[in-house]
T-cell receptor
C-alpha cells in the first residue's frame, strides 16, 4: 500500500514570497490533515478535511494560509505572503475516517523562510 | 483549555526499561494515541488506548487511566534505535486530536 505523498520535501523562500505544498493521501482515506510542526514541538493542526469539506480550520491563519482538497483526494496548502515564523515542517496526514483512526503521515515539507 | 503534559526529555541506558508519562485535560475523551518520531522524520503510530488498563505490543506497552487523566508508554529492552521523540495525543469529545509537545528520549550505550 502506497503511503502519503508530499512535495516538495524542502523549500527555501524569502519572506513575503508565496509557496504551495501538495499532498496525496492514501487511497480510500476520507480524512486529510495538514499540520505545522516547529522544531521541538508537537504537530499543530492547521486544517482537517473530511472528503471535500472542511471539518476544522480554527488554527489556520486565514489571512495568509489557504488550503483546498479538490475531488476529495489531493490537497494543496498555500502560504501567501510568508513570514519568518512560518519556518517549520508541514506534515500531511490521512486516515480512513474520524475517531479511532490511526493517522498516516507523509514525509513532510521543511520550509525555511529567510 | 485543553492540555497535554509530557516530560521534555528523558535519558535511559541501552537494555534498560523507561516509562514516559502523559497527563491530559481535555473536553471529553475518546481515545489516546502514542506516536514515535525519529529526528527529521514523520510520526509513526505506536499504540491506541480507549479503555483503562495496559496494552502490550512487543517491547512497547501503553497504559491508560481515564479517571486520572493519565497514560504512560513503557519501553523495554531499550535499543539505540529507540532514540526518538514520543508524542502523546488525545482524541477529545469531538474526535479532534490534541497533541503533546513530545518527549525526546536519548538512549546511551
Amino acid at each position: 500500500e502506497a503511503g502519503v505523498a508530499q512535495s516538495p520535501r524542502y523549500k527555501i523562500i524569502e519572506k513575503r514570497q508565496s509557496v504551495a505544498f501538495w499532498c496525496n493521501p492514501i487511497s480510500g482515506h476520507a480524512t486529510l490533515y495538514w499540520y505545522q510542526q516547529i522544531l521541538g514541538q508537537g504537530p499543530k493542526l492547521l486544517i482537517q478535511f473530511q472528503n471535500n469539506g472542511v471539518v476544522d480550520d480554527s488554527q489556520l491563519p486565514k489571512d495568509r494560509f489557504s488550503a483546498e482538497r479538490l475531488k476529495g483526494v489531493d490537497s494543496t496548502l498555500k502560504i501567501q505572503p510568508a513570514k519568518l515564523e512560518d519556518s517549520a515542517v508541514y506534515l500531511c496526514a490521512s486516515s480512513f475516517g474520524q475517531g479511532y483512526n490511526e493517522q498516516f503521515f507523509g514525509p513532510g515539507t521543511r520550509l525555511t523562510v529567510l | 483549555g485543553q492540555n497535554i503534559d509530557q516530560p521534555t526529555e528523558m535519558t535511559a541506558t541501552e537494555g534498560a526499561i523507561v516509562q514516559i508519562n502523559c497527563t491530559y485535560q481535555t473536553s471529553g475523551f475518546n481515545g489516546l494515541f502514542w506516536y514515535q518520531q525519529h529526528a527529521g522524520e514523520a510520526p509513526t503510530f505506536l499504540s491506541y488506548n480507549v479503555l483503562d488498563g495496559l496494552e502490550e505490543k512487543g517491547r512497547f506497552s501503553s497504559f491508560l487511566s481515564r479517571s486520572k487523566g493519565y497514560s504512560y508508554l513503557l519501553l523495554k529492552e531499550l535499543q539505540m534505535k529507540d532514540s526518538a521523540s514520543y508524542l502523546c495525543a488525545v482524541e477529545d469529545g469531538n474526535y479532534q486530536l490534541i497533541w503533546g509537545a513530545g518527549t525526546k528520549l536519548i538512549i546511551k550505550p
